[in-house]
């Protein structure tokens, strides 16, 4: 009785020794997850493919589309050089308020223009380093001519 039980629990060596047979016959490439249960095989990508998105507001009602996008896990570059000013601080505001309860960030990489990600994204390094150094390159390429 002992020995039907473990069998039918699935601790038995000789079940154990025909279920890794059985794996590595149904070996499933490495950027795939396999999932064994009764027989059955799911893959799950490990890689999904994050689309970015570039947004010019020219008014306040396109923030709600921004923070949309932000809720969706997308990143989004936000340029506002067609904004008025006041629409401006405002479409920020609301904005890194989304981002705060998204857990996100937000980071100035151009004159009013900024990356929002949310938590999913990891950013590496800082667009102010690559600005001052091309800032310093251009004023030696300035007083060359």
């Known amino acids: 009785m002992w020995k039907k039980m473990i069998e039918f629990l699935g601790l038995s060596d000789g079940e154990t020794a ?4 059985e794996d590595s016959r149904n070996e499933q490439p ?12 799911v893959n799950l990508h490990t ?3 994050v689309k970015l998105v570039l947004v010019e507001p ?4 396109e923030a709600q589309q921004i923070a949309d996008h932000l809720r969706a896990h997308r990143p989004v570059v936000l340029n506002l050089h067609k904004a008025q000013f006041d629409h ?7 904005v890194s308020g989304t981002i705060y309860a998204l857990a996100g960030r937000m980071e100035k990489i151009g004159h009013q223009i900024f990356l929002c990600t949310p938590e999913n994204i990891d950013v590496q390094g800082k667009i102010s380093d690559l600005l001052k150094q091309q800032g310093e390159a251009g004023s030696t390429f300035q007083n060359v001519k």
Do not use: M
């Open 47 to 49: 890689q999904k493919q």
């Open 88 to 94: 401006a601080i405002r479409i920020i505001d609301f």
């Open 18 to 21: 025909d279920r890794k047979a």
């Open 30 to 41: 490495q950027d795939t997850v396999s999932l064994h249960k009764k027989g059955a095989v």
């Open 58 to 61: 020219d008014s306040f009602e």
